[in-house]
Every structure is written in C-alpha cells, then in structure tokens.
C-alpha cells in the first residue's frame, strides 16, 4: 500500500445485531458485511465494540477457550484481507501479556496491523467491565493508507482525557466503535457528549453503535457522523441493522465527511415500544423458541404483549389463552376475543374453576378455621401459570409475562403465578405507560413490525378501570393508589432516588410515600425472582438497581 496521504477515504459504518457467544455466526456476519462494504468500494469498514463476541460478553469472557476462540476468528478474518479488499476496525476481547483487555483491532494487509484497548471501563448501571477487563493504557492513533485515525472506545468518549490524548498525538479524524444501550433519555445525551468532543478536539467523528437485543439491553443502533463544525453528516436509523458508506476528503483545515441520509430517530414512546418489540423479538430468536404463549385476561397489559409479540415474531408464532375463572367479567371475555382477533393470532379458552377448586380440597383440612383470604385468591394465578408453563413444556413455546413496572415495584404480582415466564417486554414500563404504548399502537406501529395496520385492540381495553379480577368487582385502586399518583412516586423513588422528605415536600401525602416505598423495599424478593425483561429506563430492575433483600432500614418522612 502507498505511504501517501490520501485526499479520500471510504469508510463503511457496520451497524449490525451479533449474539453473544456466536463466535461463528458473529464471523459469518463480518464477511458478508465486508463483501458488501467492498462492492461499494469501501477502503475501511467499521464493527461496533466486541463484535466478534457480542457484547456484552460478561463473565463468559473470563473462560480461556472463549479467549481462544475469539483471537483464532480475528486472526482468520485478518488473513482474509490480504485479498485487497477493505481493510476491518473490529472489536474483540484480546489477551495481551496474560491481560485480558477489551480491544479493537485494525486487520489490514492479512494480518492485525493495530491494536486498540479500551481506556475507561464503565462499572455502572448494566456495566460491569471492571469486573472482566484490564483498563488500556492512552491510547495514540492508528496510521491508516496515510490517515491518523482516533479509535476511542465507547466510554473512552464519555470523558475528555482520551480523546485529548489522541488529539495531542495526531488523531485527524475519530471512530467509535460502541456498545451503548438503548434507554429513553440516551439520544440527546450521546449527541451532548460527542459534540463536547468534537469541539474540544476540532476533530471529525464517526459513532457506530450496536443493534440488538441481548438479555434485558436493547442495543439501538442511531450510529452517526458529525463533522468538525458540529454539522450532521450521516443519521443511521435506530432498531434497524445497515452498512452505510461514508465518504470522507481531505480538506486544508482537515478531514470532512460528505452529508449523506439522514435517518430520521424515533423518539420518546415509539422507541420505547419499538425497543420492547426488538428486545423480545431477539430473546426468543437468539434463545431459539418457535414461539410464544401468554395469558390474554382482557386487560391491558395482557394486550400490549400479544400485540409486542405479534409485532415482533408475526400472529403464526403467538398463542394467546384466556384463561377464565368465577370472577372473569363478560367484557373481559370479549376484549380479549377482539384483540386475538385484530392481532389474527391462535387463541383458546382453558377454564381453570376445576384447577382451583381441586386444590382448594386439598388444603381445606389445613385451613379448617381460617377465613378466606389473598391465599385464596393467588390459586387462581397460579393455576394459570402452572397452565401455561405446561403449555410451553409441551410445545416449547415460551411463556411472556405481562407485569408491569408499577407491579414489579409494589409486588402486586404472584409469584409462580403471573409472574411464571421467560421473558417480559413491559417489565420496565409504568402502568402509565402501558396505557399510553396501547393507544400509540392503535395509531402506529414500528417499521418492520410484523403485526397488523391500524387499531388492534379495543377502546375498552384502555379505557375500563384495572382489574386483576381475583374476587368479586376487584379493582387495582383497592389496594393501590391510583396509578398517575403512583407512578409519579415510583419514578422519584425508583429512577431519581429522592428521600422521602423531598417527595413529600413536592406536594405528596407523606403517608402515602411512606406506603409506596415500604411496598417498593418488601417486594425486593419476588423482583430478585422475576423473568428478565426488556430496559426502557434509566435504572431497571436488574442491572441498574440491585438491592439486598434483607433490608431494614427505611426512611423517614
């Protein structure tokens, strides 16, 4: 290859969906990309942080045959561009002098021309890289056909030092391998924090983000180019894979990048459902179930699974089952007929009075005496999970659970009973929420969303007052407050982590605060038993908010 600076460079951006573990797939996936990168006369192509293991890899990274496996692909593909092709910017783990570090790799001329280790481990939130890796030392650029190129990775942004350094050493233009997760509030604040970069560096940048569910992350893709005068280059779409050819030239005040599409980013509620319909979607495909199974009571939450289901694996893989008892309404009955119905999905109708009732002989001798209570109410739920779970036993479907975030957080959920499933794709989402995700997909639904058009579930559903339809005309506010009072609680205690006296001092009853947060601290155990479910959030119940179960202290209001 020439010494020559080059005026030109094309660069393909890999925003693409590899699975943790599939070392071969992950492989196959990074050859057919570069094959197309280079039908597009691309010099470079560029894969997201850990792409040859998937990311993140968490403690599977620490098994040496893992390790193995990973530096055997990267040197396989690296022997593969000595064909001419584009030359490849790939993440892997790499051990270096017995360390273990989490690398990017330049693969150019048939060998690994560079290696890169990530500076700024991220030990917060769902990270927990400190734990697995050797932090870098700072990093210089990499010489690339007569280009500096600054590969920082993903955290390594989030702070000034690195970036500095690269820019004090040379760097003309960065790249940003990243496995950045997708959360609500996540756009403006990678914008935020790669435009400071920019500034402070008056370098060009491309950020290229993962696509993907992976257990309880989301990775939302929304990869993007800003060039040195903040302008946006390139707008990759987010909650869809693509390779995108960037065109850069070498200017006299520095590299530019041509403006090219600019995706435009769905926000707020869409990209919340849209990340709950990918997150379950690529639970069920990577685990490979043929389907799933849920319970349709007639509610809402209920119904805003089906339809994520449906969205995200098409009516043929979705079997809904109501599941009646003494207290199942009439309209529940049929709002649950009408979204099976508008969704074009299997559904059955399993009474379970005889379940119950079964198991209500059997404990009368030790009940003798004792009045009837919530015990009695949870043996309907837990014959309905019992039910499905033996459905999916049979048919191998997996079960999704419809708890919400609010019943997480309260405990307002049985366990071994609704709470039975593999997976929950509403388990960061506020009751709140639902009801608005319900209405938004009504009117909308994500691209490639492999559900119906238009309207799919009744304007009943949304509308009707919450029941978990245990006894007689039950409703959710006899034992909860009502649902925009506690969310409102719940989202200050829970995301914001405001002491008692501060809530109360917003204006909210400090009896009632103290309630909610008491519900929130005793629940604690059925949460640490709850199926993973997709985050939404800035801090979910999982990875972001891990609390002891044996717990006294309490606030004071």
Not at 85 to 109: C, F, M, Q, R
Request: glycine residues 8%.
């Amino acid at each position: 290859m020439s010494s020559e600076p080059a005026d030109q460079l094309l660069i393909a951006l890999a925003q693409l969906n590899p699975i943790v573990g599939d070392i071969v797939g992950n492989l196959a996936k990074a050859r057919e990309a570069r094959g197309q990168a280079a039908a597009q006369g691309a010099e470079l192509i560029v894969f997201s942080e850990l792409f040859v293991s998937g990311y993140p890899p968490e403690d599977l990274v620490l098994k040496p045959a893992f390790q193995r496996a990973c530096r055997e692909a990267v040197e396989a593909l690296a022997a593969e561009t000595a064909d001419g092709g584009p030359a490849v910017l790939i993440g892997a783990p790499w051990l270096d002098g017995g360390k273990l570090y989490n690398a990017v790799l330049l693969l150019e001329e048939g060998r690994v021309a560079a290696t890169r280790y990530k500076v700024d481990l991220p030990n917060y939130g769902p990270f927990d890289e400190k734990r697995v890796f050797v932090p870098g030392p700072m990093p210089g650029p990499i010489a690339f056909r007569g280009v500096r190129l600054g590969v920082p990775i993903c955290e390594d942004i989030w702070q000034q030092d690195v970036i500095e350094c690269l820019a004090e050493t040379g760097a003309e233009l960065l790249i940003i391998p990243n496995g950045s997760p997708y959360r609500r509030t996540v756009y403006d604040e990678r914008m935020n924090v790669a435009v400071a970069r920019v500034v402070e560096s008056g370098l060009p940048l491309a950020y290229v983000n993962q696509m993907g569910g992976q257990d309880e992350l989301v990775f939302d893709g929304g990869s993007f180019v800003l060039n040195a005068d903040r302008s946006l280059a390139i707008q990759m779409p987010n909650f869809q894979e693509r390779i995108r050819i960037t065109r850069w030239e070498r200017w006299a005040d520095g590299w530019r990048c041509e403006e090219g599409a600019r995706a435009p980013l769905i926000t707020d509620d869409e990209a919340d459902y849209a990340a709950c319909v990918l997150g379950l979607r690529d639970y069920v495909e990577k685990n490979r179930f043929p389907g799933v199974v849920l319970g349709l009571s007639g509610g809402i939450d209920s119904a805003i699974c089906a339809a994520m289901a449906v969205d995200a694996l098409g009516p043929e893989r979705v079997h809904c089952v109501m599941l009646p008892y003494h207290y199942t309404s009439n309209e529940s009955l049929s709002d649950a007929a009408a979204v099976a119905e508008a969704l074009g999905v299997r559904y059955d109708i399993m009474p379970i009075a005889e379940g119950v009732e079964a198991l209500e002989r059997t404990l009368a001798p030790m009940f003798t005496g004792r009045a009837r209570d919530v015990t009695e109410e949870n043996l309907q739920s837990r014959v309905r999970g019992t039910l499905l779970m033996s459905l999916s036993n049979k048919f191998g479907a997996m079960v999704v659970t419809t708890g919400n975030k609010s019943e997480m957080s309260t405990g307002y959920a049985t366990l071994y009973g609704d709470m039975n499933g593999g997976y929950n794709p509403i388990k960061d989402l506020y009751k709140t929420q639902v009801f608005r995700l319900c209405a938004l997909r009504n009117r909308w639904k994500p691209a490639h969303a492999l559900g119906p058009d238009g309207p799919v579930m009744p304007e009943n559903i949304i509308t009707k007052p919450p029941t978990a339809e245990l006894r007689e005309n039950q409703k959710d506010q006899d034992s909860l407050p009502p649902y925009e009072v506690l969310d409102a609680i719940l989202e200050r205690l829970v995301e914001r982590e405001l002491p008692v006296a501060e809530i109360v001092a917003e204006g909210f009853e400090a009896a009632l605060v103290a309630r909610v947060e008491r519900m929130l601290n005793i629940a604690e155990y059925k949460r640490r038993q709850a199926a993973p479910g997709v985050k939404v959030t800035t801090r979910n119940f999982g990875r972001d908010r891990r609390y002891p179960i044996t717990n006294r202290f309490r606030e004071m209001a």
